[in-house]
């Protein structure tokens, strides 16, 4: 059985990018990762700003200026201003070439046409030059960005209105199980509610991956393979759920097997999660989630949305880690690594009861996951423990 850090690298050394690329308009384009420079197609800001409301002026030795006019925002005249003259103007306003600073009205007396200015003015003061920002023909943006509203705002605020970006995987779930029942039906014993298929969507969806598939199949050798066949020709990502321990009636591995799917592990040393299979047939990326519900939600974490993340083009991801004082015991048992589900504030983390990978209840009031390492038995209390925090918000 390989380690944590084995898997993990395993992970990292054979995910790439998707090599498809897209044509995205701006406004439909968060989340995604640019494929290629984005250059600025004017200069930022394109003319001189004033950057307050007050008075460009053309300075000169004395303190009082005579006011020739005014320029709003949006004005296209340009007024000459000789030394010693200046006009009114705004925030946002075109500067005139021949204004070399800008005073803010605050500091200034205003008597009738002329203005006496009430301190030291710098050249250039309050002035926004052109292409401050950016300038016409450089990068406004490298490859492998991803895009947030700011990114969005600015690459708009240049004119674009479309960039090419990597395309989000396709993803299909697929979840086995006879004792398998949709919530909303009449509950018979032996059956459960199956809840990983949208416990694993809700998840995607929060990190904006949308093109998801569902499908369902029996704990039966045929049908899992014939399904599984479907769904790798057709995604980039295959999710399954349970079906990939020991038991007799788990086919998930065999049927793998027998589709050729390139095993690059299976089973890690971990807890929970530790039937989890990674894989490869051509450029679909299979992952067989164990299907314990807190096992399956923590190898998506840790594994599954480090994959989508490259595959998109964001080859730098990683879940947030901090240090944190521990103010729980916990004794493991067993010489697997854990993923402790926890409750972190202010450099502060408890850890939670109930860690079984059966239970999603604590995993439901839980913000981060506390790592003990393999070769880590206890965690007293004031112990500095690593704590990866859970994206949830
Ligand atoms: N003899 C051994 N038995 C088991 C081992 C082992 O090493 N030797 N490993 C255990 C561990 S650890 C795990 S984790 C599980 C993983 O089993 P599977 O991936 O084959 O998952 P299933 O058996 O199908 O299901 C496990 C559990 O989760 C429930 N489940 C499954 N799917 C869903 C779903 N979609 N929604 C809600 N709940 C689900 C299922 O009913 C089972 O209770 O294997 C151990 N066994
Ligand atoms: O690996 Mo399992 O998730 O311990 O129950």
Same mark, same amino acid.
């Given at each position: !059985?390989i380690?944590?850090?084995?898997? @993990?690298?395993? @992970? ?11 044509s ?18 004017i200069? !930022? ?5 004033s950057a ?5 002026i ?7 200026y ?22 009114r ?32 003015i ?14 016409n ?7 492998g ?11 708009i605020?240049?004119?674009?209105t ?15 199980g006879?004792? @398998? ?7 018979t ?9 949208? !416990?694993?969507?809700?998840?995607l ?9 569902i ?5 039966n ?6 399904? @599984?066949?479907?769904?790798i020709?057709?995604?980039d !990502?295959? #999710? ?15 049927? #793998? ?17 530790k ?10 990326t299979?992952f ?14 840790? /594994? ?8 998109s ?9 901090v ?16 993923f ?16 079984n ?7 439901a009031?839980?913000?981060?996951l506390? /790592?003990l ?15 990866? #925090?859970?994206?949830?918000?």
């Amino acid at each position: !059985m390989i380690s944590v850090n084995t898997a @993990l690298s395993l @992970l990292n050394n054979n995910i790439d990018s998707l090599n498809t690329i897209e044509s995205k308009q701006l406004v439909h384009s968060l989340g995604h990762v640019l494929s290629e420079d984005v250059f600025s197609p004017i200069n !930022m800001p394109p003319f001189s700003q004033s950057a307050m409301d007050g008075y460009a002026i053309n300075l000169h030795e004395s303190k009082v200026y005579n006011v020739i006019g005014e320029v709003k925002a949006g004005d296209q005249h340009q007024l000459k201003l000789k030394e010693g003259e200046a006009i009114r103007i705004f925030t946002g306003s075109p500067v005139p070439e021949s204004a070399n600073a800008i005073v803010i009205q605050e500091k200034v007396m205003v008597n009738n046409k002329t203005i006496k200015i009430e301190e030291v003015i710098d050249l250039g003061a309050n002035i926004r030059n052109i292409g401050e920002q950016v300038k016409n023909g450089d990068i406004a943006l490298k490859k492998g960005t991803k895009l947030s509203p700011a990114s969005v705002g600015f690459l708009i605020s240049l004119g674009i209105t479309e960039v090419k970006v990597y395309c989000k995987p396709n993803i299909a779930i697929v979840v086995t199980g006879n004792e @398998l029942i949709d919530a909303g039906q009449q509950l018979t014993h032996g059956k459960i509610y199956e809840s990983n298929s949208n !416990m694993l969507k809700t998840a995607l969806e929060k990190f904006g991956y949308s093109k998801i598939t569902i499908h369902k199949v029996d704990d039966n050798f045929n049908t899992t393979y014939n399904k @599984l066949n479907e769904v790798i020709n057709k995604n980039d !990502m295959v #999710l399954v759920s349970g079906g990939i321990s020991v038991g007799d009636y788990d086919f998930v591995g065999d049927a #793998l097997q027998k589709l050729d799917v390139e095993q690059l592990f299976y089973k890690v040393n971990q807890k929970p999660g530790k039937p989890l299979f990674f894989g490869k047939k051509d450029k679909t990326t299979v992952f067989a989630l164990p299907g314990n519900p807190a096992a399956s939600l923590t190898c998506f974490y840790i /594994y599954v949305l480090t994959a989508l993340q490259i595959m998109s083009g964001h080859l730098e991801f990683s879940l947030n880690k901090v240090e944190a004082f521990s103010v729980s015991n916990f004794k493991k048992t067993g010489d697997r690594a854990q993923f402790l589900k926890a409750i972190y504030k202010n450099g502060i983390v408890e850890i939670l009861e109930s860690q079984n990978s059966s239970m999603l209840h604590t995993f439901a009031i839980s913000n981060a996951l506390v /790592y003990l390492p393999e070769d880590q038995n206890e965690i007293k209390i004031k112990d500095k423990v690593e704590t990866i #925090l859970l994206p949830l918000n």
